[in-house]
């Protein structure tokens, strides 16, 4: 998925909307602390990047 995304992105500039992107991770902000909602279609990335490492 990310090979594709920089081959879409590496040759010109491309207009990013970051709501969109937190919607798709599956981050919402409510009442002062951040939900992570597991459903979300990008929900996997935002797992591997938040993961712990031991």
């Keep these: 998925m990310l090979t594709e995304l920089y081959g879409q992105m590496r040759d010109k500039p491309v207009v990013t909307?970051?709501?969109?992107?937190?919607?798709?991770l599956?981050?919402?902000?409510?009442?002062?602390?951040?939900?992570?909602?597991?459903?979300?279609?990008?929900a996997a990335i935002?797992?591997?990047i938040t993961k712990a490492v031991a």
């Design 26 to 42: 599956g981050v919402e902000a409510s009442s002062g602390s951040v939900v992570f909602h597991a459903d979300a279609p990008l």
């Design 17 to 24: 909307n970051p709501d969109q992107l937190w919607t798709r």
């Design 46 to 48: 935002r797992q591997a």
